[in-house]
């Protein structure tokens, strides 16, 4: 019930922004990071504190404590694709939802990205099994 609560304001966080077409509001970088599985990379984008949602475990981590949790993750769940469903948001707020390929688990992966002195970084990466309804 706590996921289906918080993906609900998730959902109500990212709807107020307009929905576009274009897959690039995020930076290259991250989505290159995230096919490779990358987590020295990925983290280069993270704010100095971000939220985690892994699964089922959830908490704000600093951003080298970040990288190792998707270091152990990316080393558990090998990465063979990963694709940018939709994205959207406005100049100082961007999201993007995902889909993260790895054998045998399709993952769905939410980004909130903020900028933060013109730049825009990683507030919040939430990583969940896809529902097989949804793929």
Do not use: W
Request: hydrophobic content about 40%; charged content about 25%.
């Amino acid at each position: 019930m706590k996921n289906i609560t918080q993906l609900i304001a998730f959902l109500c966080v990212i709807s107020v922004f307009p929905l576009s077409g274009q897959t690039n509001q995020i930076p290259e970088g991250i989505e290159l990071s995230m096919k490779a599985g990358n987590a020295e990379e990925l983290a280069k984008h993270f704010h100095n504190n971000i939220e985690l949602i892994i699964l089922e475990t959830e908490d704000v981590y600093s951003r080298s404590q970040a990288e190792q949790i998707m270091r152990r993750f990316f080393l558990e769940h090998k990465p063979q694709a990963f694709k940018i469903i939709f994205d959207g948001g406005k100049e100082s707020s961007q999201y993007a939802i995902g889909s993260l390929s790895t054998p045998g688990t399709v993952y769905r992966v939410y980004i909130l990205i903020k900028k933060q002195d013109g730049i825009p970084l990683i507030h919040q990466l939430r990583i969940e099994e896809e529902d097989e309804n949804d793929q």
